[in-house]
């Protein structure tokens, strides 16, 4: 049912000459949830485009599912799923309407399409939503009707760019556990474009991250925030501190320092904010660098103090920062 | 000085001139027609016939403007290409023409000297000759409602979002399904207005007739001939009022279809 994704040689230049992706090789598992991470223009949805079929890569560029060349195969003939962010939704067909629409072009018999629409409506929390206009619908309840419609047909791969970015901070949190859920229960293969780094460390088994039409690093949650691949990867992924130490720069988590008051220390505090779980302080030292450290909301010092600054964790290795280009 | 009255003196104007421009000729016109007009009309078959094909003419001129304006109007809303400017500039060109110079145009391609006929004349055939027909008063009205039309349906189409083409390809429709299901269903209330607009104009327009031929037998033909050259003032005025009254209503089922957005 899932299929493998590979992607050879898949670049995009756009008619203007401007280069929206580099030439590059990616291979997605069957099943794999596969998140594409960046800030906006970094090609991460040119990249899903591509592999929907809404986009033709440069010459010499293909596109494989299960070994299957799908390059020249167009988006209707692929049978992949999609949801955007804007929903998507056709509003002139009821919800029932919207999530039968793949079924129904592809000509599944009128009962069966019932029961799958059935099927999809209880699965996705509608029950008895069947009947409403799209217009009557929350953002949540949209966003839940495009993913079932994008589903009922059975995709291959189900393509996602940015679903939950239209969202308030509370529905997008409870809609992404829903949606990890569901892709683990489907166990199909799943490519999630966002530019959220705590959507993407929580829905994906690997995460690419990219950067000006190339894909920085690649891997899982853990490898690209514990060692991240260059100074990109460690300021995108999590927050990061350029530190001066005698044996060169060093990148340094907020998490991973710890503070102490003392006349003759190097840092003074220019600000606390409480922040819930931590207290984010934030340094400066003569030179006038600056410095954020996350501590515990435990006897913080306050603006002005002197305090002196102490690793509590491991400084990161990035390429980059070990090899000085 | 209270809301109510304040409000009843800045509308007074507006007031004013509707009354005395729209509503006083209308009413006069109205009566003008007297039982006798009224009686004529009614009863003589040849100005139900002109009404038929008027009617005819102006639905016939919205089919086939919709149409063509519906696939032209997509295709320039989304492909950009080089001259593309240029091509829209000639498009909507016959905004700026009277009737009468559409006539004339008509006339040059299917009068009797025209170019359909020369070309039919020159392959052997007889000479083709269509411009003093209603076919050539359509081709006229056909060509003069084009320009409207298409920049009302290329707003439209522009404000269209292509996700949803996109994510109707995606489940598997083909450009037909996309058309039936997506396009076509988000541009009807401009479509309807645009139709309704074409609709009215086509009833109404003189000038394209006047200059294709006297015995085009359309409404606002038969109202010129019955007032200027038989004096028969009662007629006219029941045919106007007639032509006016069919036309609104047309355009009243149109606004009901499309739920207010027609004109």
Redesign the interface.
């Known amino acids: 049912m899932s299929v493998a994704i590979r992607l050879a040689g898949c670049g995009r230049t756009w008619p203007g000459g401007s280069i929206a992706l580099h030439p590059l090789d990616l291979d997605i598992a069957a099943g794999e949830t596969l998140v594409l991470l960046g800030p906006s223009g970094c090609g991460k949805t040119t990249l899903l485009r591509l592999i929907?079929g809404?986009e033709a890569p440069d010459a010499g560029g293909r596109v494989f599912f299960d070994g299957e060349d799908v390059t020249r195969l167009?988006?209707?003939?692929r049978?992949?799923?999609?949801v955007?962010q804007?929903y998507?939704?056709?509003?002139?067909?009821d919800v029932a309407g919207n999530i039968g629409?793949?079924l129904r072009?592809?000509g599944v018999a009128r009962a069966a399409a019932r029961r799958r629409v059935d099927e999809m409506l209880a699965m996705m929390r509608l029950d008895g939503l069947g009947g409403r206009r799209i217009e009557a619908l929350s953002g949540g309840q949209r966003q839940r009707v495009?993913l079932a419609?994008?589903i009922a047909?059975r995709p291959r791969v189900l393509?996602l760019d940015e679903p939950l970015s239209a969202l308030d901070a509370r529905l997008r949190e409870q809609l992404r556990q829903e949606i990890d859920a569901l892709l683990r229960s489907l166990g199909i293969t799943a490519v999630y474009v966002t530019h959220d780094q705590a959507e993407a460390m929580a829905l994906g088994d690997r995460i690419a991250a990219m950067e000006k039409g190339r894909i920085a690093q690649i891997g899982t949650g853990r490898d690209l925030y514990h060692r991240p691949a260059n100074d990109f990867v460690a300021g995108f992924v999590g927050d990061t501190n350029r530190l001066a130490t005698p044996e060169g720069e060093r990148l340094v988590r907020p998490e991973h320092l710890a503070l102490r008051r003392s006349a003759t220390g190097g840092f003074t505090v220019v600000q606390a904010t409480f922040l819930g779980p931590v207290v984010r302080v934030l340094l400066r030292d003569a030179a006038g660098r600056e410095l954020r450290a996350d501590v515990p909301d435990e006897d913080v010092p306050a603006p002005g103090e002197r305090v002196a600054v102490l690793f509590q964790g491991r400084s990161l290795e990035t390429e980059a920062a070990a090899s000085p280009a | 000085m209270p809301d109510r009255l304040r409000a009843a003196l800045l509308i007074a104007p507006a007031l004013a001139v509707f009354l005395a421009f729209f509503l006083v000729p209308l009413g006069q016109l109205a009566v003008a027609g007297g039982a006798g007009g009224y009686t004529t009309i009614l009863t003589e078959p040849r100005y139900w016939r002109s009404l038929a094909s008027t009617l005819l003419v102006a639905a016939g001129t919205t089919a086939i403007t919709l149409a063509i304006a519906t696939a032209v109007g997509l295709f320039l809303a989304r492909t950009r290409f080089p001259g593309r400017g240029t091509l829209l500039a000639l498009l909507t060109l016959p905004l700026a023409f009277p009737g009468v110079v559409v006539g004339y145009l008509v006339i040059m391609l299917a009068g009797r000297q025209g170019l359909v006929a020369n070309i039919s004349l020159a392959l052997g055939g007889d000479r083709i000759v269509f411009a003093y027909s209603l076919s050539g008063l359509l081709l006229g009205y056909v060509y003069f409602s084009i320009p409207r039309t298409l920049l009302t349906v290329m707003a439209a189409a522009e404000k269209l979002d292509p996700r949803l083409e996109e994510a109707a390809r995606s489940l598997g429709a083909s450009s037909f399904g996309v058309l039936r299901d997506v396009l076509l269903p988000g541009l009807a209330p401009a479509l309807t207005a645009a139709g309704a607009i074409c609709f009215a104009t086509a009833t109404g327009a003189f000038g394209t007739a006047f200059a294709l031929a006297s015995r085009i037998d359309v409404l606002p033909m038969v109202i010129y001939t019955e007032f200027t050259l038989q004096a028969n003032l009662a007629v006219a005025a029941a045919l106007s009022f007639l032509l006016g009254l069919a036309t609104w209503a047309v355009l009243a089922l149109a606004r009901g279809a499309s739920g207010g957005a027609a004109a």
Do not use: D, K, Q, T
């Not at chain 1, 167009?74 to 003939?77: A, D, K, L, Q, T």
């Open positions: 929907a809404l167009p988006i209707e003939r049978h992949v799923g999609m955007f804007s998507a939704l056709f509003p002139n067909m629409y793949g072009v592809r495009a419609r994008a047909p393509l």
